[in-house]
């Protein structure tokens, strides 16, 4: 009894004096002004701001933490001459309250205020412990770091709480952003990589825009993942996209960015049309269609379709064939084939109208169309060119409309043939590095989106239960933007509709989000507003808090206003899988060689003479 009264009596700080919903003030008691105190020998840190307290009601527990506090007059002892300055004052401290204890431990929430006259404590060690035990029974412990103000106190988060959800790592750059993504992914790669079950049942794939875990043993040994790195500029490795999703005209609308109301419905006429899927089986069959577009043309002596329609039509075709004399055939129909706009008709040589038929007919019989590309891609484009002139030719299209879809086509094939390989994704290993450091600015914007929508809609088809799908997008500011003014307004909100239904729906169809970003203030409401869990980094820009302050319902006051300040490596952790927001210095990563690679050069060591 008497140990338990001195421990009252040292670690009791003051009583409540006013309860405004949340929001306690509790004056201190004049005893415990000091930064510390002693207790069975050993210093105990005193009430202060960012440290928590226990307001005892009954017996009820209920947790509280210190958001600020303040001093006022204390009148009692305002007119006594022979009073010393520190009793004519009154500590007051601001507490916002977070939870209580029950028979489980401490839980999140708030079940009962509490009253004027209560009295508060600090919390002895096995009751700090409690409040910072994220770990349900039924939970694995993942070490993150340890807590910045109390450098012994781990931090440990639940596996499940963790990546059963969609987690958010917001900070500036150089602020620890990608070093704490790689961090937490290192922990738990290393906690379960050699059990079967997870190598079977668990894929990650991480979308890395700068090329940071590309290196053999970033976040994991590289015997354990695999990794692609795109290059626009020369082939390389290749992603796998499947046939199924490379046939349908939606993506190759987001490929080519189609119109919604002209050129997208165009795309879908060329794609799934069996007409044209005939016409492309043989050369023999090409050049039967291409000589019945032709001679549509001479038919219709039409001065806004005539020579010039004749040779692009060819010319196109030419480059999508292997071993063809096309630039012979388009040379002989410059210098012979000729158009009369008075007179609305062809002719050939000097004035020979009668003789152009044949002279089509002749020219076409010495055309080789034998050898078409036996890729996909290839095929494509012919569709593309057949139907835009089919269309054109018989006007039932505006060459005006569809004329920018025609020229966006070889660039963007040529650029898709680097990257990707039309088959189903069949890794080796369950954990997938694709590095897009070294692709086009075009397709850094379209192949995040096809991968991620390929992998969800095939999570989703299949649907199984104990299949888990982790998407991992750092520097996600760059295809999760709703401000982006480089894009038209319909391919934006397409690229948007996509991953909010990922994030919205993913969960029902074990499929999460992982994101990080320098500016969560670009990032779509709607996405930071569904993420579960958050490692806020330092955040300077004002737009970036506000963004974060609006979506995240699990900070306090005195953690927003630290975003700005905190240090490199340390970061604030809220959300469902911790009871309460904590300030955390992330740990090291052992050995060095498995940290990304985003370090800031030394620039003194570059440029002195060794």
């Not at 050699?194 to 043993?217: H, L, Q, T």
């Not at 809609?457 to 750092?474: C, W």
């Not at 999760?480 to 003014?485: A, F, K, M, P, T």
């Amino acid at each position: 009894m008497d140990d338990i009264l001195q421990k009252d009596s040292i670690f009791k700080v003051g009583k409540v004096i006013s309860v405004e919903g949340r929001t306690i003030k509790i004056e201190v008691d004049k005893t415990k002004n000091s930064a510390h105190l002693l207790y069975q020998g050993k210093l105990l840190r005193n009430i202060s701001v960012n440290g928590y307290v226990k307001i005892t009601k009954g017996f009820t527990r209920i947790i509280g933490k210190v958001e600020g506090e303040f001093i006022v007059e204390d009148k009692k002892y305002s007119n006594k001459n022979y009073t010393s300055e520190k009793q004519k004052i009154k500590r007051i401290l601001q507490v916002s309250l977070l939870g209580f204890f029950s028979a489980k431990g401490f839980e999140r929430g708030i079940k009962e205020l509490p009253l004027i006259n209560n009295e508060c404590f600090l919390l002895d060690l096995p009751e700090f412990e409690d409040v910072h035990n994220f770990v349900k029974k039924d939970d694995d412990p993942l070490t993150l770091g340890t807590l910045t103000h109390e450098n012994n106190q781990e931090i440990n988060v639940g596996v499940n709480d963790l990546f059963a959800s969609h987690i958010g790592i917001f900070g500036n750059t150089g602020s620890g952003k990608s070093y704490t993504l790689a961090k937490v992914y290192r922990e738990l790669f290393l906690e379960y990589i050699e059990n079967e079950n997870f190598r079977v049942n668990a894929k990650f794939f991480f979308i890395d825009f700068n090329g940071e875990y590309v290196n053999d043993n970033a976040i994991i040994d590289k015997r354990y993942k695999n990794v692609y790195s795109l290059n626009t500029r020369k082939e390389k490795d290749k992603f796998p996209i499947s046939e199924e999703q490379i046939s349908d005209y939606n993506f190759w609308s987001l490929v080519l960015e189609a119109t919604e109301k002209t050129q997208k419905p165009f795309l879908k006429r060329a794609i799934e049309n069996d007409f044209l899927t005939q016409r492309i089986q043989d050369g023999d069959s090409l050049i039967q269609f291409v000589k019945s577009l032709v001679l549509k043309i001479i038919d219709k002596n039409d001065d806004n379709v005539n020579i010039a329609q004749i040779i692009d039509l060819l010319s196109q075709l030419g480059d999508c064939l292997t071993n063809s004399n096309i630039s012979e055939t388009v040379l002989n129909l410059r210098q012979n084939l000729h158009y009369n706009s008075t007179t609305h008709g062809f002719y050939i040589g000097s004035n020979n109208y009668d003789g152009v038929i044949p002279f089509i007919v002749e020219l076409f019989e010495n055309i080789d169309f034998d050898e078409i590309e036996d890729d996909y891609l290839s095929k494509v484009r012919i569709r593309i060119i057949l139907q835009f002139h089919h269309e054109i030719i018989n006007g039932y299209s505006n060459i005006e409309h569809l004329s920018p879809l025609l020229k966006r086509t070889p660039p963007r094939i040529n650029d898709l043939r680097k990257v990707i390989v039309i088959n189903e994704i069949e890794n080796e290993h369950n954990i997938t590095v694709i590095s897009l450091r070294d692709v086009s600015i075009q397709m850094r914007k379209m192949l995040p989106l096809l991968i991620c929508k390929q992998l969800y809609e095939k999570k989703k088809e299949v649907n199984e239960k104990e299949k888990y799908l982790n998407l991992i997008i750092d520097e996600a500011h760059n295809i999760l933007s709703s401000i982006s003014q480089r894009e038209s307004e319909t391919w934006k909100d397409y690229r948007l509709e996509t991953f909010e239904e990922i994030i919205k729906e993913g969960r029902k169809f074990g499929t999460f989000l992982t994101i990080a970003s320098q500016r969560p203030s670009d990032i779509s409401a709607t996405i930071i507003s569904q993420l579960h869990n958050f490692f806020l980094h330092r955040l300077i820009n004002n737009n970036d808090i506000k963004a974060v302050e609006r979506t995240v319902s699990y900070l306090d006051k005195l953690s927003f206003e630290s975003l700005p300040i905190l240090p490199t490596g340390t970061c604030i952790l809220a959300g469902l899988s911790a009871q309460v927001p904590v300030m955390i210095d992330i740990g090291t990563i052992k050995p060095k060689e498995f940290e990304p690679d985003n370090k800031t050069m030394l620039l003194i060591e570059n440029w002195k003479d060794k």
